[in-house]
């Protein structure tokens, strides 16, 4: 059996609201991980897709760790270029 195509791993945010973590990214600033996560949310029986920023230490794994490493992790470089990690 081949194996499945990639998806984004879940990830379950403050609230429990759980998404699609896309990516990690290091702040330039403070030096703190932050995630974009995808979602969808339901408004007036509409389906609406939605993209936030959240820290990634709010966020809680819903899968095992081996889930994650396929997920981009970016770190600011000295010239303000964002590189992966």
């Not at 408004?43 to 990634?56: D, I, N, P, Q, T």
Request: hydrophobic share 40%; aromatic share 4%.
């Amino acid at each position: 059996m081949a194996e499945a195509p990639w998806a984004p791993p879940l990830v379950e945010m403050t609230g429990g609201v759980v998404g699609h973590l896309l990516a990690s990214e290091r702040s330039g600033v403070d030096g703190s991980w932050w995630a974009c996560v995808s979602r969808i949310q339901e408004s007036g029986g509409r389906h609406v897709h939605k993209m936030v920023l959240a820290r990634a230490g709010s966020l809680s794994l819903m899968e095992p760790p081996e889930a994650y490493r396929a997920a981009p992790r970016r770190v600011p470089g000295h010239d303000e270029r964002v590189r992966p990690a």
